[in-house]
């Protein structure tokens, strides 16, 4: 079953524009993640942030966790067209199993 | 490092017959991990090991399906008789204890049973 629901469900944005998802989860977590899945590929890990973190970047990402609300939200600032992809966030709960949302797919349009 | 690597990357079958798809993860991992990939149910989590010991199988379909891992560097997850139903993306994925939960996935086998 899926822990994770990440909203929207599609985003068109043009390039140079920032791209904003979130996830809702349902239980208490030890982190949750973002991962990236190009069309044909695999899932490629984009950010950890851990339950006791509220923000956490990497280049041009911004994820921020609210454990009291349950939610998780990331940023994409200064879009490309090679972020065209779907976004997936994970939680895992207190072993190793990570339970994925259906994602966000975004296109970039040039 | 390779990464993960998955084989075959593309499978047509018919009904019925076993599907078997191939792993091998990244090497020093210790967590292997199947994934079944549909637009209807997205990622679903079919089994994982550690250290090569099936450690929850709860996400397994049916009988139809088993996993094995005889080895650090190789896994199998096989279909026997496949169905329709079972048309997916299967990814396998590798993690290490102390990566933070971080894992990696190969790029996938696509079964297409008809």
């Known amino acids: 079953s899926q822990q994770g629901e990440e909203d929207p469900q599609a985003l068109s944005i043009q390039e140079g524009e920032n791209a904003t998802m979130n996830c809702s989860y349902k239980?208490?977590?030890?982190?949750l993640q973002w991962y990236r899945q190009n069309s044909g590929r695999g899932l490629v890990h984009l950010i950890l942030i851990r339950s006791n973190e509220r923000e956490k970047h990497s280049g041009r990402l911004r994820v921020t966790l609210d454990t009291s609300k349950k939610s998780s939200s990331l940023l994409i600032t200064a879009s490309r067209a090679a972020d065209t992809a779907s976004y997936f966030c994970?939680?895992?709960?207190?072993?190793?199993?990570?339970?994925f949302g259906a994602g966000t797919t975004v296109t970039v349009r040039a | 490092d390779a990464g993960v690597i998955q084989s075959p990357r593309h499978e047509v079958t018919e009904m019925g017959q076993e599907v078997t798809l191939r792993c091998k993860p990244i090497s020093g991992h210790d967590y292997l991990f199947w994934y079944r990939q549909t637009m209807m149910r997205g990622l679903e989590l079919l089994i994982y090991f550690n250290n090569n010991v099936p450690i929850d199988d709860s996400g397994m379909p049916e009988d139809r399906f088993s996993a094995k891992m005889p080895n650090a560097s190789f896994s199998t997850l096989k279909i026997q008789p496949s169905e329709p139903r079972d048309s997916a993306v299967y990814f396998c994925?590798?993690?290490?204890?102390?990566?933070?939960?971080?894992?990696?996935f190969g790029e996938g086998s696509w079964l297409t049973v008809v």
């Open positions: 994925a590798s993690s290490y204890l102390y990566s933070g939960n971080t894992i990696y």
């Open positions: 239980t208490s977590i030890n982190n």
């Open positions: 994970a939680t895992d709960a207190n072993d190793y199993k990570l339970s």
